[in-house]
């Protein structure tokens, strides 16, 4: 070993040496359908607001360290209640990792639903809380019996929720929500990153559930790329989160965009329901393949069991489109793919390309 891995190795803790860093493949040239993102560019004009908002702005200066009047205008569109406090973050993954490190006390854990989201884990990992996983029944449906004994067995000071859950794609029914949130000690969050695909909604719910918190993003709504998500719950935990928050988390630029681009939320609404209406032609497309279990899904992305996945992916890879292959993720993923639903003619590239590897 040289010196420097000495000295690194020395300093650093051994389960950061240990960590894997979160894998993003390239995909430059690449028919793009692994990362739910949105596949419609937005339009000329918006753009041409959006670049005028950005303009603007002042780079000199530090951001509006509370991102006010952004506040002010997802309170409004989101139709946040007038009760319930707000946090904002760099991507909902900054809030995952605020809430996580806040809960961090010896001995505490954090409980979450398997398969799903990976951000709950590794910032369980990463701040050093135990995590509990839960499977999921074959189905993917709720099993609603070990969460609650888990619950009472573990008391988890958080209990994530993806609703719908990536990556099976699926909503669970709101009296298994209702009972998770009487059992749980701690908060339970209601991750909400494809609300906009699902029509379903716990945040009407915060002024009945002080223990609940639900958490948004607009990276699946159409705008991965300014990094905005924003979790609502009682002022009294945001208070508290607040504190782990980096003062200017969100940075002028995104702040800028962000307040021009909730004025036009229409343009992805619409965009969702084209989305929505290409899921069901995806879904119903993949499920006449040979040997293909397509299951239903209330996001921007379909959840597939195919002969032999791995070679599939391959395939795919080949003819430069990219999915995400989750064979080995999870007992429960064996020989899954999950398609991101794209444009019109980025869903042909893939029905084509799955029926020649097929
Ligand atoms: C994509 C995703 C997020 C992360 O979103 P960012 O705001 O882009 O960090 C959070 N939760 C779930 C379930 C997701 O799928």
Redesign the pocket.
């Known amino acids: 070993m040289t010196d420097l891995t000495h000295r690194i190795a020395a300093v650093l803790r051994e389960d950061v040496r240990a960590l894997s860093a979160y894998a993003v493949p390239p995909s430059l040239g690449m028919v793009k359908l692994d990362a739910?993102e949105n596949p419609f560019q937005l339009d000329a004009e918006l753009r041409t607001k959006v670049s005028r908002a950005v303009a603007s702005a002042a780079l000199n200066r530090y951001p509006d360290p509370r991102a006010g009047e952004l506040s002010r205008r997802l309170r409004e569109v989101m139709q946040i209640p007038a009760e319930a406090g707000l946090i904002l973050?760099n991507?909902?993954?900054?809030i995952?990792s605020i809430v996580t490190q806040a809960v961090a006390r010896p001995g505490a854990s954090v409980l979450s639903i398997e398969p799903?989201?990976v951000?709950y884990r590794m910032s369980a990992q990463i701040a050093q809380v135990r995590h509990v996983a839960v499977s999921l029944r074959p189905d993917f449906s709720l099993d609603l019996d070990a969460i609650l004994a888990a619950i009472v067995q573990h008391q988890p000071a958080i209990v994530w929720i993806?609703y719908p859950n990536?990556p099976t794609g699926n909503l669970y029914p709101d009296e298994d929500i209702a009972a998770i949130l009487a059992a749980a000690p701690g908060l339970v969050v209601v991750?909400e990153?494809?609300n906009i695909f699902a029509g379903r909604s716990w945040l009407p719910r915060l002024v009945d559930y002080p223990n609940l918190m639900v958490?948004r993003?607009?990276?699946?709504v159409g705008l991965?790329g300014i990094?905005?998500?924003y979790a609502a719950a009682s002022p009294l935990w945001i208070e508290q989160f607040d504190k782990l928050r980096p003062p200017y988390n969100v940075n002028i630029l995104t702040q800028a965009a962000a307040e021009e681009l909730l004025l036009h939320m229409a343009v992805f609404e619409r965009q969702a329901e084209q989305i929505c209406a290409q899921r069901s032609e995806l879904s119903g497309r993949l499920s006449e393949l040979p040997g293909v279990t397509v299951f239903p899904s209330d996001a921007n992305f379909v959840l597939a069991r195919l002969p032999d996945a791995p070679r599939v992916m391959n395939a795919l890879l080949a003819r430069k489109i990219l999915v995400k292959n989750l064979h080995g993720a999870h007992p429960l993923l064996s020989q899954c793919l999950r398609f991101t639903v794209g444009t019109p003619s980025e869903n042909e590239l893939l029905l084509a390309a799955l029926i020649d590897a097929l």
């Open positions: 739910m973050g991507g909902s993954d900054e995952i799903s989201f951000m993806s990536n991750d990153a494809y958490m993003t607009l990276s699946k991965a990094r905005l998500g």
